[in-house]
């Protein structure tokens, strides 16, 4: 299994001149190859490279470098074609869609540039890269990680890296392969996940995962980016930017610390996870002007991509459930009634009388909804006697 690892590269200042130099020459060649692109339709990146890879190492690129970059402005318009086919970008001749056939890719001047094992060796013992620039091959130059990610680094590392910038600092993004646990394809029962947005997580163990913290910081972040737009100047929106990456950070690293918790329950227990299949509820739900920005901040598929993937790690089978009525239903008698849910965390059932939180009785009917879908599908996988 491919997982990223994200390390932070403590460069001097001599050496952070010279990576911020090469990401600005790299991406400042690839504007200009996504330009003959665009206007060409070059169709194959072999057909592209005769048009550009002479200009680009006049440009003083290296020749690996050089090759990155053609590939990477390559794959950036196939995954815009991919987007327009799907209907990603909006429909033939919406405002969203015609804008982005109307011009060139773009790269930022920070944007992520590749880097090989010829351009970039790692010196583990020493916490220390060697990497190309233009400016010449640097050389002990310092990163730093957790402890986790650099053992995995250590040990999986495995394919292409890429260097960034953001917010004056920069990281490598090294692709590590993970070996997966073998699947327990007899889990003992399922461990249901309610997603919400008071409560982000709550599991049919009754480990409530409230979200208040990020809640919180969000309302927070909310006031302080209405003021920022109020404004309107260019310091105003470059620090508009710089907020929104750092609740995204922020969103990400609760997200990660959630999902760490609940796959570690599963897996000490023996059990499968189920969650709802929330794809497309925003475009579902209706809701009040207050609510909309707590319900397009919700970051569910995140969680949903890192239990995925976090799961597949340690074996932990993981299905999804259709949401319907999970929180209308009784856990205990199955009686469905919308009246039962009594207020957002509190819930009565009208048949047998039985009171429990709300989202806590949701999450034991999808832990229920999830043993049902995983016995269905091993039954199918079974081969019909002869």
């Known amino acids: 299994m491919k997982i990223v690892v994200q390390v932070k590269v403590l460069p001097t200042a001599e050496q952070a001149v010279a990576l911020r130099s090469t990401l600005r020459e790299c991406n400042n060649a690839a504007n200009w190859v ?117 053992q995995v680094l250590r040990e999986y590392r495995k394919g292409e890296s890429d260097l960034v910038e953001r917010d004056g600092e920069f990281y490598l993004f090294a692709t590590c392969e993970v ?82 918790r609940i796959v570690a329950a599963a897996e000490r227990t023996s059990r499968g996870i189920a969650l709802e299949n929330l794809q497309g509820i925003r475009e579902r739900a209706r809701l009040r002007k207050p609510q909309r920005a707590a319900v397009h901040s919700w970051a569910f598929a995140q969680l949903g991509q890192f239990l995925e993937y976090k799961a597949r790690r340690a074996g932990v089978p993981l299905v999804y459930v259709d949401p319907a009525y999970t929180s209308q239903t009784c856990s205990e008698c199955q009686y469905t009634d919308k009246r039962n849910r009594a207020s957002q965390a509190r819930f009565e059932c009208r048949s047998c009388g039985v009171v429990a939180h709300a989202d806590l009785n949701a999450s034991r009917n999808i832990a229920r909804k999830g043993e049902a879908a995983w016995l269905a599908g091993r039954e199918s996988r079974v081969p019909a006697p002869a």
């Open 179 to 260: 070996p997966e646990v073998d699947l327990n394809e007899s889990p003992d029962g399922f461990l249901g996940v309610d997603l919400g947005i008071v409560n982000i997580a709550t599991t049919s163990d009754g480990d409530v995962l409230a979200g208040r913290r990020l809640n919180r910081y969000r309302a927070r972040q909310l006031r302080l980016r209405a003021k920022l737009q109020k404004k309107g100047t260019k310091s105003a929106k470059r620090l508009l930017k710089k907020r929104a990456r750092r609740e995204r950070r922020f969103a990400a690293d609760t997200n990660h610390v959630m999902s760490k």
């Open 34 to 150: 996504s330009q003959v692109v665009f206007d060409r339709g070059v169709p194959r990146e072999y057909e592209l490279r005769k048009y550009t890879y002479a200009e680009i190492r006049a440009r003083g690129l290296g020749a690996q470098a050089a090759q990155h970059v053609i590939k990477k402005v390559r794959d950036a318009y196939t995954t815009l074609h991919a987007n327009i086919k799907a209907g990603n970008l909006g429909r033939s001749g919406s405002k969203r869609r015609t804008k982005a056939e109307s011009k060139p890719v773009t790269f930022r001047p920070d944007a992520a540039q590749p880097y090989d094992d010829r351009m970039l060796t790692w010196q583990h013992d020493a916490g220390t890269v060697s990497i190309w620039t233009t400016a010449g091959r640097l050389k002990g130059v310092r990163f730093a990680g957790s402890e986790d990610q650099l």
